[in-house]
């Protein structure tokens, strides 16, 4: 698995609550059987106009959206389908880190196995950051995994919780299936136990 | 010992390992797969070179891709085909049970499960798809996982999982006539919203839960993800017992496993984090007229304006989803014109999904501006339809009568709506462009969307002669 320590980037804001797994990656890319080069898909729907141009007014086709690497969006981000696509597509396309009041389980789940940060924040520091990601052009932010700060340079600052089981694990980059087997004799005992062995 | 609820014992039976801090690393008893978010997880498990630990607690189907059209015929779209191809050859790899496109038993993994007794009371059940939770319907916890954990699961049949928290859902009274499962269930995510369950296990309680059918319940477990919870859940009782016995993969001492379940249910004086209660006599037949789930009113109503909500995301939110589905706000619910009507998916497609449906088709006319479609959830409900002569009927009336699988529910396969096109669709998601790009999704019941195929508009089911 990836790991995360600390990200510093441009931060693109999303003023969109309930963002579906449906809209950032549609059902017609999920016929690959590959886990990459999903990223020039994302968000297809949205970021293009019916004849197939890019849409102007996407948020991702802003010229100032270029090199993004930290979206900002409202709650709920990520609903809906448990297709771990989405993470893929955000993650090939640039995104290290995600940042909303809310998330949806499955999607903030799936984040972490793919090296990427999402970061649960108080509907009112969204809304900071909005505001500030209007004030200043471009807007940097950065997120430290390890002393758990996510600051920029004007002097916000607010606390990354994280639990700290899975902090532990993306600041090691720790392979889950590696450490499950790390307790293969007690899966074994249960399925004895439980008269599950074959 | 403390009472505990449903949840709470299923959990604390299937904890194979808990270290303080940590996620428990949890026993999985079934684990279904499908086409669509299994192939990286097998790549994943031959890169490192591992097995599927348990092959025969792992059963597969190819739903989500499949035509819906003459089986016969070869798959038109060859990324479709080669993604199917890929599940087949990665099942007789791995020695996993598949039920290929001309198995009888094929179907949507969710409809399947439960219809051949896979499915069973106190197990964990996952599946790389959020609706797995349908399977709580048994009394089971089930949900969706990504397939990074799909992959974990087929190499160790553990989960590592953080405890949800647990949310009650009572409703209590009887259901009004005319109103269905699946009302019961959309009043619900429009109660709580379509966050309002995120990070709890969800358990439906109360007399009207009680006095469902086991395909209604499953109808309302299958939404549970649609108001945000993983896992929706409703203990077992006779019915579900009565459901399961005789069904092929049911355990052979069927007896002595009914009396184990039956130490499932919640104790008295159990405790969940939260407990929300409703009365079913508030409830109406539902229309969704937004772009999630909760975004619902009952079909005598009006669709709101944006002005209607307190808080400026909801109204953002509620701007939005009204000019994608081209609607202004205030538009009576019955005056709604529809292009087109779904009935399917692993929310209503069941066989009382489709007598419910055929009753109301019965001797009607689809409208001349509506094209509309019937896609049985498995081989066994097409061939139970057809076997009740219900396929004549929905013929008769100028539905479309298809194979089945998962087809308009997310529009992977040729069936999709058109941009523009307005449709009733008794599935699960009313997501911008989920049945097609531009498409414009109503969810309903079965029997509303049969009424409104025939009428053209919708039409409050309970004023149908
Ligand atoms: S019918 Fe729809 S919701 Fe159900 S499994 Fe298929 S695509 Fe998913």
């Known amino acids: 698995m990836k790991s995360f320590t600390t990200h510093t980037g441009k931060v693109v804001a999303m003023d969109r609550a309930n963002v579906d797994t449906d809209q950032i990656i549609p059902k017609q890319f999920l016929k690959r059987i590959e886990r990459t080069g999903f990223g020039e898909f994302l968000f297809w729907d949205w970021s293009q106009l019916d004849d197939g141009s890019p849409n102007p007014e996407f948020e991702l086709n802003q010229p100032q959206a270029e090199g993004a690497s930290i979206l900002l969006a409202r709650r709920n981000f990520g609903c809906g389908s448990s297709r771990e696509h989405a993470p893929w597509a955000l993650e090939d396309y640039g995104f290290r880190v995600i940042i909303a009041p809310s998330f949806a389980d499955i999607f903030y789940n799936n984040c972490f196995k793919n090296g990427m940060l999402p970061i649960r924040l108080s509907e009112a520091e969204v809304e900071e950051l909005f505001q500030r990601a209007t004030q200043h052009t471009p807007y940097a932010l950065t997120a430290d995994l390890d002393s758990q700060e996510l600051s920029d340079a004007h002097g916000f600052s607010a606390r990354i919780d994280v639990e700290p089981f899975r902090r532990h694990c993306l600041l090691q980059g720790l392979d889950d299936i590696g450490q499950t087997l790390q307790h293969e004799a007690k899966i074994t005992e249960y399925e004895t136990a439980h008269g599950l062995a074959s | ?465």
């Open chain 2, 1 to 465: 010992m403390k009472p505990r609820t449903l949840f709470q014992k299923i959990w604390d039976n299937h904890v194979v390992h808990q270290e303080a801090g940590r996620q428990a690393i949890l026993y999985v008893d079934l684990h279904l797969v499908h086409e669509v978010t299994s192939p990286q997880a097998f790549e994943g498990l031959r890169l490192a070179n591992r097995l599927v630990r348990r092959p025969e607690r792992t059963v597969a189907t190819a739903d989500h891709n499949v035509p819906t059209s003459d089986r016969s015929l070869p798959i038109a779209d060859p990324i479709s085909k080669q993604q199917i191809d890929t599940l087949r050859a990665n099942c007789k790899e791995f020695g996993i049970t598949y039920y290929d496109l001309n198995d009888a038993q094929q179907g949507i993994v969710h409809v399947i499960g439960p219809e051949l007794g896979y499915t069973q009371p106190g197990m964990i059940i996952v599946c790389g798809d959020s609706h797995t939770s349908t399977h709580g319907a048994f009394g089971a916890l089930a949900f969706g996982i990504g397939t990074s954990e799909v992959e974990h699961v087929l190499a160790t049949q553990t989960l590592l999982q953080d405890k949800p928290k647990t949310l009650e859902l009572r409703v209590d009274g009887e259901l009004k006539p005319g109103v269905t499962a699946k009302d019961l269930i959309l009043y619900l995510i429009g109660q709580i919203t379509t966050d309002g369950g995120t990070g709890y296990c969800v358990e439906y309680t109360g007399e009207a839960i009680r006095s469902l059918t086991m395909e209604n319940r499953m109808t309302v477990c299958n939404m549970s993800i649609e108001g945000g919870a993983r896992a929706g859940m409703i203990a077992p009782d006779d019915t579900t017992y009565e459901y399961l016995r005789g069904r092929k993969f049911v355990p052979k001492d069927f007896d002595a496993a009914v009396a184990k379940w039956r130490e499932l249910p919640t104790d008295p004086g159990a405790e969940y984090d939260k407990s929300l209660v409703f009365q079913a006599a508030d409830i109406a037949p539902q229309v969704t007229w937004g772009t999630n789930p909760g975004l619902v009113v009952s079909v005598n109503s009006h669709v709101p304006k944006p002005a209607d909500f307190s808080d400026t995301t909801e109204q953002k939110t509620a701007a939005a989803a009204l000019e994608y589905m081209g609607l202004k706000g205030g538009e009576a619910i019955t005056d709604l014109k529809l292009d087109r009507v779904f009935i399917g998916s692993c929310t209503n497609a069941r066989i009382e999904d489709l007598r419910a449906a055929a009753a109301v088709a019965r001797g009607h006319q689809v409208s001349e501006n509506v094209n509309a479609m019937v896609v049985p959830g498995s081989g066994q409900v097409k061939i139970q339809a057809e076997q009740e002569g219900l396929d004549k009927v929905f013929r008769e009336a100028g539905f479309d009568w298809r194979e089945a699988g998962c087809s308009m529910c997310l529009a992977m396969n040729p069936d999709k709506l058109a941009p523009g096109e307005r449709c009733a669709s008794t599935s699960n998601r009313n997501f911008e462009g989920r049945q097609g790009k531009g498409g414009r999704t109503h969810l309903v019941s079965p029997a509303m969307a049969a009424a409104a195929a025939i009428a053209g508009h919708f039409v409050d089911i309970r004023d149908w002669k």
